[in-house]
């Protein structure tokens, strides 16, 4: 008895296959009363084969397993994708500095500000992520197109758009011309160099360093009127001889009501929200030319 159990993920899958084959197949007197049609709605293989051809691209295309392999591979790349690819990094930066410059030590927490920063992001990239979807994923989906390298190349065109108007907004050229230079891309006329020269293994790291500079130049213009502030009180306990008294705790409630009257958080998520540049407000020369001198 020992012997006939199954020991084996394979002779366990084995079993129950038989199983249910053995169960749902056409019984002989079944088979004298029912019509083809009838032997073919019960038959496992036909319901098989008639659920990998309802499904989109799975029709003489890649295997099943293969298929879902990429689709566990883009859902793990897709923390990364939202991070280092959208506005995310410029906005959690900003708002960081901003919390360092108040010097509330905790307050608000991380967890605000991340979050914060996530719902500013789906509003700022709601135009590239609907244009993702029309010209790339939609047609994969209904089935118009079926080719990966197509649908690929739609969907990924419009969060380049993205990036590269982020990078021609703010003149960063030079972390492009970077990449590419130390991946032996010739780049002494960057005038010859077009925006499709440029792929994604180059664009992604040099869209990431322009917006660590966009973001820290943000963050160091949020944080002068707090170090002014912090000057002014230290400087005058000083001069009252008060020196074991620390100047950031009675700065911190000036701080804190300077930025309250002004509105402080509605100024600052306001600025970076409109220092994102939207692909459609801004007009490349020469239907995308790379302009500026590395």
């Known amino acids: 008895m020992n012997s006939c159990r199954p020991k084996t993920f394979t002779q366990v899958t084995c079993w ?8 749902m197949s056409p019984r002989p007197a079944l088979a004298q009363t029912a019509g083809p049609s009838e032997l073919d709605l019960i038959n ?20 099943t397993s293969i298929n879902i392999l990429i689709l566990l591979t883009v859902l793990s790349l897709a923390p990364s994708i939202l991070i280092l690819c959208t506005c995310f990094m410029r906005i959690v930066i900003v708002l960081s500095m901003l919390r360092q410059a108040l010097g509330t030590q905790g307050l608000p927490p991380s967890q605000i500000i991340i979050g914060l920063s996530l719902f ?17 994923i939609r047609p994969y989906t209904t ?46 006329d960057p005038g010859s160099l077009t925006r499709s020269d440029v792929d994604m293994l180059s664009l992604i790291p040099a869209f990431i360093l322009c917006e660590l500079k966009v973001a820290f130049l943000m963050g160091f213009r ?4 707090f ?25 911190l409630p000036f701080k804190v009501l300077l930025f309250v ?15 994102v540049v939207q692909p459609e407000q801004i007009v490349s020369a020469a239907s995308g030319v790379l302009t500026g001198v590395p």
């Open 16 to 23: 129950l296959t038989i199983v249910v084959a053995s169960v």
């Open 44 to 63: 496992p293989i036909r319901l098989l084969e008639e659920t990998m051809e309802s499904v989109p691209g799975l029709e003489g295309g890649l295997s």
């Open 120 to 136: 500013l992001t789906f509003v700022i990239m709601t135009p590239t992520a609907q244009r993702m979807y029309v010209e790339g």
């Open 143 to 188: 089935g118009v197109e079926k080719d990966y390298m197509v649908t690929w190349d739609r969907t990924k065109q419009p969060l380049r758009d993205f990036m590269f108007t982020q990078i021609e907004a703010t003149g960063n050229w030079s972390g492009v011309y970077m990449m590419l230079n130390y991946r032996g891309i010739d780049t002494s």
């Open 222 to 225: 949020i944080y002068l009127p």
């Open 227 to 251: 170090l002014v502030i912090d000057m002014v009180i230290a400087s005058l306990l000083i001069s009252m001889g008060m020196l074991m008294l620390p100047p950031v705790l009675i700065s």
């Open 261 to 275: 009257l002004v509105d402080g958080w509605q100024l600052v998520t306001g600025s970076v929200m409109t220092s």
